[in-house]
Nanobody, 119 residues
Framework: QVQLVESGGGLVQPGGSLRLSCAVS????????MGWYRQAPGKQRELVAV???????HYPESVKGRFTISRDNAKNTVDLQIARLEPEDTALYYC?????????????WGQGTQVTVSS
């Protein structure tokens, strides 16, 4: 089992920045990749950043250049830095872990942290 707890969300003005953090615990060695997703009201959940166990990162074109995912292996955290926030970034942001447990792929989610971009 993997437990994920997000933090760092809040109300931010357009153009501002925010750093989200995901605390990871449990079967950390089983994790292959970590990701951040977001879900806006009335929309599907979408991937915004991924970092693999080999520290390879991937971003969709829609956020590339503004979103940065990083991990701290000593602290067991995965952070998402968001720059130049836009109202369209308003969403519930979720941390995700893709793991292999007993040869089976498993996916774990945190409870989410709300990001609201508004003046």
């Amino acid at each position: 089992q993997v437990q994920l707890v997000e933090s760092g969300g809040g109300l931010v003005q357009p153009g501002g920045s925010l750093r989200l953090s995901c605390a990871v615990s449990g079967s950390i060695k089983s994790i292959n990749a970590m990701g951040w997703y977001r879900q806006a009201p009335g929309k599907q959940r979408e991937l915004v950043a991924v970092i693999t166990s080999g520290a390879i990162t991937h971003y969709p074109e829609s956020v590339k250049g503004r979103f940065t995912i990083s991990r701290d292996n000593a602290k067991n955290t995965v952070d998402l830095q968001i720059a130049r926030l836009e109202p369209e970034d308003t969403a519930l942001y979720y941390c995700n872990a893709a793991a292999t447990v007993g040869g089976i792929s498993r996916y774990y989610w945190g409870q989410g942290t709300q990001v609201t971009v508004s003046s």
